[in-house]
């Protein structure tokens, strides 16, 4: 069975400071890799995808994978408790469906 | 990215009886899919929703227990039949915009208590 695996947290930060996700997954031929935030009572909203090894990064957020480890990780800097969510982890699988990761709860402490 | 609206928001229903919730896209899509998302859990694929076909169901979930319609590209329907307090979840549609990018983006959600 095809799984993803994420600390569920939580994971608390001081404001400012850099957050660090992380996400294992264990089929190796996924291709595609999605980090979602979902806040309180609200629906997973997409915030970074990723397809090849290395970094990619947006505004405050990097995505790091590394397909070789089947390692996935989301950075975000300068953490603002506005970024206090949940954090989804989803990969790929056959059919084009998504497996999700159990979340991480992420508290940004004024 | 594709605007998804859900119907009804949230509901209250009585065990035994059944509930159909809507899931309406501004665009035409390919690719529609229905998950649940129990009380404090991540999200759990139920189907995906294929136009002019039969959908195809996740090992635990079945057709008479989920119906689903979709009859056309911007439009479909996930029922709860025969509802029990253990279907109390919420329940969410997301679709694929076919970009070739394998996201998806999700509707607001309905929130369903089984009493």
């Known amino acids: 069975q095809k799984e993803v695996e994420q600390n569920s947290g939580p994971l608390s930060v001081p404001e400012g400071a850099i957050a660090s996700l992380n996400c294992t997954y264990s089929?190796?031929?996924?291709?595609?890799f999605f980090w979602y935030r979902q806040y309180s009572g609200k629906s997973p909203e997409l915030i970074m995808s990723?397809?090849?090894?290395g970094d990619k990064e947006d505004g405050r957020f990097t995505a790091q994978l590394n397909k070789a480890s089947q390692y996935v990780s989301l950075l975000i800097r300068d953490s603002q408790p506005s970024d206090s969510a949940t954090y989804l982890c989803a990969v790929n699988g056959a059919g084009n469906m998504l497996t999700f990761g159990g979340g991480t709860r992420l508290m940004v402490k004024p | 990215s594709a605007v998804i609206s859900q119907k009804p928001s949230r509901d209250i229903c009585q065990r035994g009886t059944s509930l159909t919730i809507q899931c309406q896209v501004d665009?035409?899509?390919?690719?529609m899919f229905w998950y649940r998302q129990q009380p404090g859990q991540s999200l759990t694929l139920i189907a995906t929703a294929n136009q002019g076909s039969e959908a195809t169901y996740e090992s635990g979930f079945v057709i008479d227990k989920f119906p689903i319609s979709r009859p056309n590209l911007t439009f479909s329907t996930l029922t709860v039949s025969n509802m029990s307090p253990e279907d109390s979840s919420i329940y969410l549609c997301s679709v694929d915009p076919g970009t070739g990018g394998d996201e998806q983006y999700f509707g607001p959600g309905t929130r369903l208590t089984v009493t």
């Open positions: 089929d190796r031929g996924s291709q595609s």
């Open positions: 990723i397809y090849s090894n």
């Open positions: 665009s035409q899509v390919t690719m």
